[in-house]
């Protein structure tokens, strides 16, 4: 443990102070933001354009190599591109509604009742968090480089991103009703964000970063979308559409491509 520390030098201080700026306490913030100017399934579309903008500056930093008129390249890209339209088609096309099952609870949507004020300023916020979510993957891979320990790089930069955040708490709001907590579904969400959403996020997205590279990770999060169509049909009474399935299909077509053409290349190293 000793040694993990000796190797914390500014100079990888500064990239994991940087790290958690960028990836943890910027978007964050932007995001709950945001998504108090506008509706949950407004704010999820945002999420779907990370891989595409990691992707790009992944090329750009040189991290990861296009080889477009290769196979593998064009693999790469074509998933990229489905997965991304998938989860617009997903979000924007709606068509037939099918019943496949009833829902466990019975639920109403309050998007139905709640018209969201300030539309454009959450746009603006919500694009903002992805553009620094998706700037997080490339500076993670310089904080693998020069602070190879990974977990406690984690650590650091869940415990700098947490005071960052606070700050900006401590600026934003300063009603102090605001800031105290009861044994509520408030806990609870607070809790759940802190240990799995956080926490368990930042570790296994940073690992597989060290294996994968930066643009391995965001691949998946256009599956967040399925998950949560699917699980909003089962729990809360969500309807299924034609736009959902096709979508849904879409995006796991987009990701098996990518990940076929992502072994072929590791193959060829």
Same mark, same amino acid.
Not at 40 to 58: K, R, W
Not at 102 to 109: Q, T
Not at 221 to 238: A, Q
């Given at each position: 443990?000793?040694?993990?520390? #000796? ?31 506008? *509706? ?13 903008? *990691? =992707?790009?500056?992944?090329?750009? =930093? ?13 693999? #790469?890209?074509? &998933? ?5 339209? &998938?989860?617009?088609?997903? %979000? =924007? ?28 300023? &959450? ?17 993670? %891979?310089?904080?693998?480089? /020069?602070?190879?320990? #990974? ?77 949560? *169509?699917?699980?909003? %049909? ?16 879409? /995006? ?5 491509? =990518?990940?076929?053409?992502?072994? #072929? ?5």
């Amino acid at each position: 443990m000793r040694g993990m520390w #000796k190797e914390m030098n500014w100079r990888a201080f500064g990239w994991i102070c940087l790290n958690s700026c960028i990836g943890y306490a910027l978007p964050t913030c932007l995001n709950y933001y945001g998504l108090r100017d506008t *509706t949950p399934s407004y704010a999820a579309i945002f999420q779907n354009i990370v891989p595409l903008i *990691t =992707f790009i500056l992944s090329i750009v =930093f040189r991290m990861e190599k296009l080889r477009f008129r290769t196979v593998t390249g064009s693999l #790469k890209v074509a &998933g990229i591109l489905l997965a991304v339209g &998938g989860t617009m088609l997903l %979000s =924007f096309y709606k068509g037939k509604t099918l019943h496949l099952w009833g829902s466990i609870l019975h639920y109403h949507s309050y998007e139905k009742e709640y018209a969201a004020n300030h539309h454009v300023r &959450g746009t603006i916020l919500l694009l903002g968090s992805s553009l620094t979510f998706a700037c997080w993957y490339p500076i993670q %891979s310089m904080v693998n480089e /020069v602070y190879p320990h #990974k977990y406690w790089s984690s650590l650091a930069t869940c415990f700098l991103g947490g005071l960052q955040t606070t700050l900006i708490g401590i600026i934003l709001r300063r009603d102090r009703n605001s800031w105290k907590l009861g044994w509520d579904l408030q806990l609870l969400t607070i809790v759940y964000t802190g240990v799995l959403a956080t926490a368990v996020r930042y570790n296994l997205e940073s690992w597989a970063v060290t294996k994968r590279g930066p643009v391995y990770p965001p691949m998946f999060i256009p599956l967040i979308t399925v998950f949560t *169509t699917v699980l909003g %049909s089962i729990f809360l009474g969500d309807a299924i559409t034609i736009g959902s399935m096709l979508g849904a299909a879409t /995006v796991i077509t987009g990701l098996y491509i =990518f990940l076929w053409g992502k072994s #072929k290349e590791l193959h060829r190293k």
